[in-house]
Every structure is written in C-alpha cells, then in structure tokens.
C-alpha cells in the first residue's frame, strides 16, 4: 500500500488529500513522531522518524494526523480494520501471504497459467497494461541517466511496456516465463483496480519470479503502479542496487556482508565463488547469497490470511523508565486489556482458535511486592 497510514487518514478526512501531510504518534512532544509521510511531503524534504515540529520547519503547510490512542498507547485499530478490506478484495483473486499490516504476496502462477489460454489477452496487453512499468525496458534505457520528468516518464513507460510486449516469444508457449510474467501483470492491474474501486486505497505492486525480486520491484516506480522484473534485467539492476535494499539484507547480515567483503552493490556479490561464500557465511547462508545475487531465491508463498499472533507493548525509555511496582502493575493492565480487546475482535472475524500465551521483558529492576509473573 502507498503510505497507507496517510490513506487512511485521508479516506477519514478528504480534505488531506492532495496535501503535504503527515501521520504522527504521541503528538504532546516536539509535535510527535512521524510515521508515515503522504509523496507531498516528501517532496519538501519530510521524512519518517522526524518529529513534528521539525518537519513543519522543513514543510511549513504539513498537516499532522495523529494515530488515536487507547490505554495509553497509540490504537492501531482503524490501520488493521482498513488492511482486512484490502485483504477481502485481494484474496478473490488469488491466495495471499499477509506479510504486514500493508504488504501481501500472491503466488499468480496458476492464474496466469489459465489467462494465457483465453483467446487475444495479448492483443490487449498494451491497453490493459495502463500502470505497468517493465524494468530494464528499453534495453537502451542508460540506469545512470537523470530522473525523468513526469511527461517523459510515462512516454519511457509506454516505450518499455512496448517493446517488452514486442519481445515476447512468438509461439505463444504457454510455459514461458516471459508470458507468465505479462499474464500476472495483467491479473496485478485488476487487483489494484478492485482496491481502489471497493475501498478507495491506491497500492503499488511489483511482478516478478519469486518474493525477493516482487518486493524490490514493487518500490521503483512508486505511487499507483507496478512494475514487471524480468530475469534478463536482475544484473543489469543488481550492478547498481546497494545491498541494503534487498529483503532480509537490511539489518546486520547486509552490514556484515558489505563490511567482511568489502562491497556495497549487490551485483558484486558475482564475483565471489560459492566456495568463497561459505567460507565467510557458512553454508546454508552462503548458498543463500550465491543464488540470490543472480535474482534465485525458492521461499514459497504460503498461505496467509490471519495474523499469526496477536501483540501488545510498549516502550519506557529514558525518564519514562518504570521504577515503581505500581506503575508496573498499572501497564500490565493495560496492555493486557488492549490485548483481550483485540482477541475477541479477533474471535468475530475468525473461527474461534487457540492462542498460545506468552509475556516478556527488556529489563526489569528488583520491584519488590510485585509477586511471581512468568514471561
């Protein structure tokens, strides 16, 4: 979903639309912190994880929504609601992998497989491909030229999705990755339309051969479109893309790998043997970097409508740190509150289930009276 905390706000409050605005948690300090920031005000330098008033100095019209709070805590409540109307439009056309309260992956495979058999799909691809930018296309399309403007952007779009469409192989196989690819687009522009239409919310998608590469492509050409990643085009991208972008390289292991190899650029990466690889990483994580640099990557998806566990927490950092057994007493209530609230939501949408209970600690001090708990 495109910024969809600010969706959401804007759906509640139209008048935020077309606005530089911003969604902002524990708005009584510096403003609050952002956490989600609509492309308007990104435009004028607003970020996440700034703080209100900070961003207002850079973007002197920002508007700020502030996440509701329930129980002393921010109230997520109307983000999930709006994500399981997005799901319920999605999960007619395929089976999805919830991943977050805004990202889903669909395995379209079998889909696609059936529309390629339908008589002049491909005929109308041109037309029906209306959102769908297909990277790599022009092949002659120089990556480190500057940004475009947004006239000539579309007229790059037009020519790639063109002069895909004109590489397609000419006997029409059915098992062609080439046309398995431009079927699921197909299938992907439909999805996004019947979002848009049932629940007023913009998405942007990206189609590709496996999760890794649907996740990256699906940020490129960001807001309201997608984008198709052929295989032929992975190096050519993976020369300039840094390391960090890729799923599951973002935290420690991207910076260890950057750092004990000395590379920044995930194509670089080729240049290391497999051998190489498990030296450094071991094997199931070095086996896993060899395939991945060349775009391989087998993690299915797997079937996921319902969230898988059910959470609440909050953070007491610095002077807000909890020193007395009675403010302990008092958060524990509350979170387990919000918790059983959110189980008996729960219990409504879903066939009642049983859930696993567990409880947990950063740290916690020598509270005397507090009595035994378990985590």
């Not at 990202?103 to 041109?126: C, H, I, N, S």
């Not at 479109?225 to 300039?240: A, C, G, N, Y």
Request: proline content about 5%; aromatic content about 6%.
């Amino acid at each position: 979903m495109d910024c969809f905390y600010v969706q959401v706000e804007q759906k509640a409050n139209p008048e935020l639309k077309g606005k530089p605005c911003a969604v902002v948690q524990y708005k009584t300090w510096q403003g609050g912190g952002i956490v989600a920031v609509s492309y308007e005000a990104r435009a004028q330098g607003v970020k996440r994880g700034m703080m209100g008033v900070e961003a207002m100095k850079r973007c002197p019209g920002l508007q700020l929504a502030q996440i509701p709070e329930a129980h002393g805590k921010a109230n997520l409540s109307r983000y999930r609601q709006a994500s399981g109307q997005v799901l319920a439009v999605l999960s007619r056309f395929a089976v999805i992998e919830r991943a977050s309260i805004d990202e889903v992956y669909a395995d379209l495979t079998a889909e696609a497989g059936r529309r390629l058999k339908q008589p002049g799909l491909l005929q109308q691809a041109a037309t029906l491909l209306g959102s769908t930018c297909v990277e790599g296309f022009p092949r002659d399309r120089d990556s480190r030229a500057p940004p475009l403007s947004a006239l000539h952007r579309e007229e790059a779009r037009r020519e790639g999705l063109q002069a895909w469409l004109d590489s397609l192989p000419a006997d029409r196989d059915h098992g062609s990755p080439e046309l398995l690819l431009t079927a699921g687009a197909l299938i992907v522009e439909e999805m996004r339309a019947a979002v848009e239409a049932e629940t007023g919310y913009r998405c942007s998608a990206g189609i590709s051969h496996n999760k890794v590469l649907a996740k990256l492509s699906c940020g490129l050409n960001k807001p309201n479109r997608q984008t198709l990643l052929p295989m032929e085009s992975v190096d050519r991208l993976f020369d300039t893309l840094p390391i960090s972008t890729i799923r599951n390289l973002g935290g420690k292991l991207g910076e260890s790998v950057s750092q004990l190899l000395q590379v920044h650029n995930m194509g670089q990466l080729r240049a290391f043997s497999q051998a190489q690889l498990h030296t450094s990483f071991g094997v199931k994580t070095g086996s896993w970097l060899f395939d991945l640099c060349r775009g391989l990557d087998f993690e299915p998806v797997r079937p996921r409508y319902f969230t898988k566990s059910i959470g609440c927490s909050k953070n007491f950092m610095g002077k807000e740190a909890l020193t007395m057994c009675e403010q302990v007493k008092h958060w524990l209530l509350q979170l387990s509150t919000e918790l059983e609230e959110r189980l008996l939501q729960d219990q409504q949408q879903v066939a009642p289930r049983d859930w696993p209970l567990s409880g947990g600690q950063g740290f916690l001090r020598d509270l005397g009276g507090l009595g035994p708990w378990h985590h």
